[in-house]
Each structure stands twice: as C-alpha cells, then as structure tokens.
T-cell receptor, first 112, second 115 residues
Framework: GQNIDQPTEMTATEGAIVQINCTYQ??????LFWYQQHAGEAPTFLSY????GLEEKGRFSSFLSRSKGYSYLLLKELQMKDSASYLC?????????????FGAGTQVVVTP | GAGVSQTPSNKVTEKGKYVELRCDPI?????LYWYRQSLGQGPEFLIY????????DSGLPNDRFFAVRPEGSVSTLKIQRTERGDSAVYLC?????????????FGPGTRLTVT
C-alpha cells in the first residue's frame, strides 16, 4: 500500500504564493494527481505527473521527484476562491489502473 | 454536457437497514469508480468498473458492500445491514479511459447517515 502525507492546513494572503507538499511511499510509482475540493463539493482535477519535473497550468504548477517520493502543488496569485482542500493521490504499479490512493488533503485558507 | 450525477444527495437510514446509492456517469465514459469520504479525510477507493465488470473491488470493506453496473452505464452501490460506521459521503467518478493521465470526474456524492 501507500503512505501519503500532506500538511493538514495552510494559510496565505490573497495575491501570495503557497506551496503544498506531498510525500508518498509506494511499491512502484505509476502517477500522481492533484485534485481541488471545495467544502461540500466534488473533487475536481488539477494536474497529473508521472515523470520528474514541473508541469505548469496557468496559476497552478505541480512538481514531481520520483526518487524522493515527493510532489508539490504551487498556487500563484492566490484568490479568495482558491480556499479549498487540495488532495494528493497516487497510483501504484501493484494496484489496478483505476485505483487511486488519496492523502487526507491540505486545507488552504486564503485571507484578504 | 452533463456531469456525473448521484442520487439521492442525502440518505438517512437506521442501523441494520439496506440502502442503494445510484450513480449516472458521464455519457460514453467506460470506467466508473466508487469512493467514500469521511470528514477530514481524502476519498477512500472502494471499487471500479471497466464496462460492466468489476475490474478491482479490493477496496470494498466487507461482504455487506456490493456494486453492480449491468449495462455498462449506471451503477448502484448496495449496502446491507448498515452500521453507524458506514456513515460517510459516497462519491462516484467516471473517466473516458483507464490509467495514464485519464482524469476521474467526480459526482457531488451521496451523504449517508446511519442512525
């Protein structure tokens, strides 16, 4: 199985940058996803990494280091609507294609 | 087009009763997933279907839980002899393919409360 660790909560100011770290231990890495989940709503897809490096998508970027079992999600130019939980999810080679293991999520609070 | 829909949005049932939760995936999506999410936790994988067959049911906690997808579209998650510990939000997701970068599109969930 996997251990997936993320900080429980982070607070940042509107307009600032926040970096959410995710570390994982898996028996054969096969992809990492980041999802955003607003309170009471469904998770929505943000990014996917399977190779080392940085994937940039607008204000959001995601980084992966497979050798370190580490990823981060970078949120730039924070807006109030970015207040949400951010979930890191990992797929393992020893699991089926459809099985994602999620971390507990990082609650980001954006203040004015 | 329409997203993933789930019914009911809320279900309150008594301990020991049987419940069915329904998921309508995005039209044309071949893969369908069930998760459950407790407060303050990430989604926990239960089962996934590729077409009509359960490709991986390793996350079902015990034999009180069962899911079907008879025509490869709508799926029903069935829970027998419900227990208070089954209370959670049950999320359904679908994707147009499996593996790789295929993202899972989630529905709004069914909040199940067992009293």
């Amino acid at each position: 199985g996997q251990n997936i660790d993320q900080p429980t909560e982070m607070t940042a100011t509107e307009g600032a940058i926040v970096q959410i770290n995710c570390t994982y231990q898996t028996s054969g890495f096969n992809g990492l996803f980041w999802y955003q989940q607003h309170a009471g709503e469904a998770p929505t897809f943000l990014s996917y990494n399977v190779l080392d490096g940085l994937e940039e998508k607008g204000r959001f970027s995601s980084f992966l280091s497979r050798s370190k079992g580490y990823s981060y999600l970078l949120l730039k130019e924070l807006q109030m609507k970015d207040s949400a939980s951010y979930l890191c999810a990992v797929r393992s080679l020893t699991d089926s294609w459809g099985k994602l293991q999620f971390g507990a999520g990082t609650q980001v609070v954006v203040t004015p | 087009g329409a997203g993933v829909s789930q019914t009911p949005s809320n279900k309150v049932t008594e301990k020991g009763k049987y419940v069915e939760l329904r998921c309508d995936p995005i039209s044309g999506h071949t893969a369908l997933y069930w998760y459950r999410q407790s407060l303050g936790q990430g989604p926990e994988f239960l089962i996934y279907f590729q077409g009509t067959g359960a490709a991986d049911d390793s996350g079902l906690p015990n034999d009180r839980f069962f899911a079907v997808r008879p025509e490869g579209s709508v799926s029903t998650l069935k829970i027998q002899r419900t227990e208070r510990g089954d209370s959670a939000v049950y999320l359904c997701a679908s994707s147009s393919g499996q593996g790789g970068a295929y993202e899972q599109y989630f529905g709004p969930g069914t909040r199940l409360t067992v009293t």
